[in-house]
T-cell receptor, first 113, second 113 residues
Framework: EAAVTQSPRSKVAVTGGKVTLSCHQTNNHDYMYWYRQDTGHGLRLIHYSYVADSTEKGDIPDGYKASRPSQENFSLILELASLSQTAVYFC????????????FGEGTRLSVL | GEQVEQRPPHLSVREGDSAVIICTYTDPNSYYFFWYKQEPGAGLQLLMKVFSSTEINEGQGFTVLLNKKDKQLSLNLTAAHPGDSAVYFCAVPLGSSGNKLIFGIGTLLSVKP
């Protein structure tokens, strides 16, 4: 069964600390995405990737890095976490063909204190 | 840039009532769209894929109407039940490749017994 798995499901971090969110997909999809969800903003794209070892900036990349070491794995890295990065983060994957809806993970709730 | 406006942000109805969520997009070249459903604490699940070649799309108890002239699509629920309570998002692919989505802000639908 197609799946996108995120870890951890929730995390509390301190301001200035480093946070890594992980995503694993078993869909054999080329494209992977990281979105951020905030009330009143819907989902906004942070970074995405269409091939291993390459990442692209999305609409709100500042303060985030991404890493795609393999087709299956895509990480989001906050080198210096800030209060404003408290949000729910979603990973998604898609085949990259037109008309193919991305499949989403269950989300990671990040609280930066 | 391209935008998607979604309304209303909150919608409360009684069981058996109808409910309508509207999204307005700006890219006249958009030819397919997605509706996602997000239940509490969960990721986004694809509810419906909508193609502009068909002005009326139906599935899972919902009907989507597409008005290409006004660049507007509506998600219509004719007889709501409590299990429909969730946040609903419309999503519009960006650009010719369609590999990036722009999301509406979401509509929290509450269906009371």
């Amino acid at each position: 069964e197609a799946a996108v798995t995120q870890s951890p499901r929730s995390k509390v971090a301190v301001t200035g600390g480093k946070v890594t969110l992980s995503c694993h997909q078993t869909n054999n999809h080329d494209y992977m995405y990281w979105y951020r969800q905030d009330t009143g903003h819907g989902l906004r794209l942070i970074h995405y990737s269409y091939v291993a070892d390459s990442t692209e900036k999305g609409d709100i990349p500042d303060g985030y890095k991404a890493s795609r070491p393999s087709q299956e794995n895509f990480s989001l890295i906050l080198e210096l976490a800030s209060l404003s990065q408290t949000a729910v983060y979603f990973c998604a994957s898609s085949a990259g063909n037109n008309n193919q809806a991305p499949l989403f993970g269950e989300g990671t709730r990040l609280s930066v204190l | 840039g391209e935008q998607v406006e979604q309304r209303p942000p909150h919608l409360s109805v009684r069981e058996g009532d109808s409910a309508v969520i509207i999204c307005t997009y700006t890219d006249p070249n958009s030819y397919y769209f997605f509706w996602y459903k997000q239940e509490p604490g969960a990721g986004l699940q694809l509810l419906m894929k909508v193609f502009s070649s068909t002005e009326i799309n139906e599935g899972q108890g919902f009907t989507v109407l597409l008005n290409k002239k006004d660049k507007q699509l509506s998600l219509n629920l004719t007889a709501a039940h409590p299990g429909d309570s969730a946040v609903y998002f419309c999503a519009v692919p960006l650009g010719s490749s369609g590999n990036k989505l722009i999301f509406g802000i979401g509509t929290l639908l509450s269906v009371k017994p």
